[in-house]
């Protein structure tokens, strides 16, 4: 075991990460490695300004300080959402060309639930695609309906909270200008349009998906739809984070 003397010497010569990995191997180790002294020493490499107090800025010890401001917190936690799908309800509709071909009120609670049971008839990779684990939010077309591959297909989508009677943009008239035929998807996006509380977060889509069957009469230039579906895989990836992103939109 060394002697205190020789650590007492040898830990001002570590990087900040490995002085606290020694605090781990022994309590001898622990006690001298929590002299402030060699703390003050690695906030000097990264902060030298700070030393010119005569206590370290909030945190009361050098210690406290280098474990709360030398790494950046990665995969924090984030707290309880403040909206739920219960109090939420969607208003979605779909024209091609200016003629209306589906208009829904869809509960937020179904949006949450999704497709309990996929229909028969539709391919194996759209299959995958919908068991993937990022969170989607994908609802029946009820009544199924019919697209023209040769005319321009749009959607709009507005989210109401029934708890205080606003209303919020998702979606205004974007076109399906992408339709992938080998996924059997139809894709439409738009930026969202967010509170102006938030004015340094930019740059994030809503992605409406019209989900086809896979069906013969794709060659013939018809879109059977049987599913849509709301996503936000930008930057949205489990339900609570889709909760936060829609607390973030601008409510009227």
Not at 94 to 105: H, N
């Amino acid at each position: 075991m060394f002697t205190e003397e020789v650590l007492k010497n040898v830990f001002p010569l570590l990087e900040g990460e490995d002085l606290a990995a020694c605090m781990g191997v022994s309590k001898q180790w622990r006690h001298v490695a929590k002299d402030d002294f060699y703390w003050k020493c690695q906030c000097a490499k990264k902060w030298p300004s700070v030393c010119k107090r005569t206590k370290p800025p909030l945190t009361g010890t050098y210690y406290k300080m280098f474990q709360t401001c030398s790494k950046r917190r990665l995969n924090r936690t984030l707290p309880p959402p403040r909206l739920s799908f219960e109090n939420l309800e969607f208003f979605v509709d779909i024209w091609s060309e200016d003629k209306p071909v589906y208009s829904g009120l869809i509960p937020g609670l179904a949006m949450e639930t999704g497709i309990k049971a996929l229909p028969s008839g539709i391919s194996n990779v759209l299959r995958i695609h919908l068991a993937k684990p990022d969170y989607k939010m994908v609802v029946p077309a009820e009544p199924r309906f019919t697209i023209p591959l040769n005319q321009t297909v749009s959607v709009s989508m507005l989210v109401g909270r029934n708890d205080s009677d606003k209303v919020a943009r998702i979606i205004n008239r974007s076109v399906f200008e992408y339709i992938d035929r080998s996924s059997y998807r139809a894709l439409a996006f738009e930026y969202l349009d967010l509170s102006p509380y938030y004015p340094f977060v930019s740059g994030i889509r809503a992605w409406v998906s019209l989900l086809f069957m896979d069906a013969e009469n794709i060659n013939d230039g018809v879109l059977d739809v049987f599913g849509i579906q709301l996503d936000f895989c930008d930057v949205a990836e489990t339900k609570e984070e889709v909760l936060w992103l829609l607390d973030m939109l601008d409510w009227k």
